[in-house]
């Protein structure tokens, strides 16, 4: 059986990202280097404020990453809460690669990117993160901010002519957080789940509500029985919302894929969408909602 290789991911920068991760994929690397490669386009794009060394900060002022990485077969690394790694989703990578762990956190996390002689850099605010964060800080009111500028959280999932199934996500997390937090994308089954006998799915939004139902998981476990991927990402918004501590303040999007190539997303507020590559083109488009 033949496969339609595809690569979906999340909000406008899934684009680019999706631009390069399609590039590998055709050029003859595996679909786990162009999940790897792809998202790292994000992770060094400058302009945003939500994945990589140059992302918002923690409420001390100091940027700290979560990413995570993983194989259709089980296979999958991650880390949390790093500092000074300018790719934390190859950092995943290696924790899945070279190591007996799937999961690294702080200082050791980043000792180990040391180790491995990763690219690090300077402990230092981005202008445009640093400028906010000094705005942020006069009041330091402490309020999740969702969907700035229509850039968030990268997640990416995709599908190889074989049937081989991949994801990544990558992240600096929610703006202004408690020193220490991690979100969900770092946690394999909330922000990212892969099956290949399924399918994949991720998430992008609040972190604290994708973690209380196990989202990504769940997508996944939805579409096993049975549910279409739109279907299935549906069920879990409704689940997260009523679940939800803080409805009025929450968004989450949630993008899923099937082994048959069928994807789904949808999101608890307009705003949400996504990348998609394939062999007949590509398109940016956008998730419904739960709120109209
Ligand atoms: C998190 N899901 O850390 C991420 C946040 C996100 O920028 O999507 N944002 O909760």
Same mark, same amino acid.
């Given at each position: 059986?033949?496969?339609?290789?595809?690569?979906?991911?999340?909000?406008?920068?899934?684009?680019?990202?999706?631009?390069k991760?399609?590039?590998?994929?055709?050029?003859?690397?595996?679909?786990?280097?162009?999940?790897?490669?792809?998202?790292?386009?994000?992770?060094?794009?400058?302009?945003?404020?939500?994945?990589?060394?140059?992302?918002?900060?923690?409420?001390?002022?100091?940027?700290?990453?979560?990413?995570?990485?993983?194989?259709?077969?089980?296979?999958c690394?991650?880390?949390?809460?790093?500092?000074?790694?300018k790719?934390?989703?190859?950092?995943?990578?290696?924790?899945?690669e070279?190591?007996?762990?799937?999961?690294?956190?702080?200082?050791?996390?980043?000792?180990?990117?040391?180790?491995?002689?990763?690219?690090?850099?300077?402990?230092?605010?981005?202008?445009?993160?640093?400028?906010?964060?000094?705005?942020?800080?006069?009041?330091?009111k402490?309020?999740?901010?969702?969907?700035?500028?229509?850039?968030?959280?990268?997640?990416?999932?995709?599908?190889?002519?074989?049937?081989?199934?991949a994801?990544?996500?990558?992240?600096?997390?929610?703006?202004?957080?408690?020193?220490?937090?991690?979100?969900?994308?770092? =946690?394999? @089954?909330a922000? +990212?789940? $892969?099956?290949?006998?399924?399918?994949?799915? &991720?998430?992008?939004?609040?972190? %604290? *509500?994708?973690?209380? =139902?196990? @989202?990504?998981? +769940?997508? $996944?476990?939805?579409?096993?029985?049975?549910? &279409?991927?739109?279907?299935?990402? %549906? *069920?879990?918004?409704?689940?997260?919302?009523?679940?939800?501590?803080?409805?009025?303040?929450?968004?989450?999007?949630?993008?899923?894929?099937?082994? %048959?190539?069928?994807?789904?997303?949808?999101?608890?507020?307009?705003?949400?969408?996504?990348?998609?590559?394939?062999?007949?083109?590509?398109?940016?488009?956008?998730s419904?909602?739960?709120?109209?």
């Open positions: 059986q033949r496969f339609t290789p595809q690569i979906l991911s999340t909000w406008n920068h899934g684009m680019p990202a999706n631009d991760a399609w590039e590998v994929l055709n050029g003859g690397g595996t679909l786990l280097d162009a999940v790897e490669q792809g998202v790292m386009v994000t992770e060094n794009d400058l302009s945003n404020l939500s994945v990589g060394l140059q992302g918002l900060p923690d409420r001390e002022g100091i940027v700290t990453l979560d990413a995570s990485i993983m194989k259709g077969d089980g296979s690394g991650s880390v949390a809460f790093v500092r000074q790694v790719h934390p989703i190859s950092l995943a990578r290696k924790v899945m070279k190591t007996p762990h799937v999961m690294l956190v702080g200082e050791g996390a980043r000792l180990f990117a040391a180790a491995e002689g990763m690219p690090m850099e300077e402990e230092k605010l981005s202008p445009k993160a640093r400028e906010a964060y000094l705005r942020w800080k006069k009041n330091s402490y309020q999740p901010i969702i969907n700035i500028e229509n850039h968030d959280t990268i997640g990416m999932v995709g599908i190889d002519e074989n049937g081989a199934m994801g990544s996500c990558t992240t600096s997390g929610l703006a202004y957080k408690m020193h220490g937090r991690v979100g969900d994308s770092p =946690i394999i @089954g922000g +990212l789940f $892969v099956d290949e006998e399924v399918g994949a799915a &991720t998430a992008t939004g609040l972190g %604290e *509500e994708v973690i209380r =139902i196990c @989202g990504a998981f +769940l997508i $996944v476990e939805l579409m096993r029985q049975g549910r &279409t991927p739109q279907e299935a990402c %549906e *069920e879990a918004v409704k689940r997260a919302v009523a679940k939800s501590k803080d409805l009025d303040n929450t968004q989450i999007g949630f993008l899923a894929l099937n082994k %048959e190539g069928d994807f789904g997303a949808y999101a608890i507020r307009p705003g949400f969408n996504f990348a998609q590559h394939h062999r007949q083109g590509k398109a940016l488009i956008d419904q909602s739960w709120f109209k």
